[in-house]
């Protein structure tokens, strides 16, 4: 896992270790000569890929910082950007993505309680529903 220490590292290493026990490939997400890129793409068992990135508990995406410009750039394409700054939050939204049924119902309440539902973390893009395309 991460050699980072600190609370983002804490809820990167246990939410990993929730997705993985769960049958998601979590997997560290690097680009050398690329800054800004999301820590982990994690897979879900049915194949929804999405991109997170981890933030200690109330911290934030820099605005115009190369974090940003990258999350922005994923999610222009539809890709499932997520950042996450607690591991309750991060393990509620893997229970949503864990099955296309209860991601599909997960949607619809985030879509019309602003993304209120199951205590989520921030989902930076408009998700799809089926990365089956």
């Known amino acids: 896992m991460s050699k980072r220490k600190g609370p983002e590292a804490t809820i990167e290493r246990e939410v990993c270790d929730i997705a993985e026990s769960h049958g998601f490939l979590a997997w560290k997400f690097t680009s050398p000569n690329l800054a800004g890129v999301p820590d982990r793409m994690i897979v879900a068992p049915w194949g929804l890929v999405s991109f997170w990135e981890f933030k200690a508990p109330g911290k934030a995406i820099e605005p115009d910082s190369p974090q940003e410009r990258r999350c922005k750039e994923l999610a222009s394409r539809g890709v499932l950007v997520v950042m996450c700054d607690a591991t309750t939050k ?27 539902a199951l205590h989520a973390p921030q989902i930076i893009t408009t998700p799809v529903s089926d990365s089956r395309h």
């Not at 991060?90 to 599909?104: H, K, N, R, T």
């Open 90 to 116: 991060g393990e509620a939204l893997l229970y949503a993505m864990s099955d296309p049924e209860l991601y599909a119902a997960a949607l619809a309440q985030i879509d019309v309680e602003r993304q209120e």
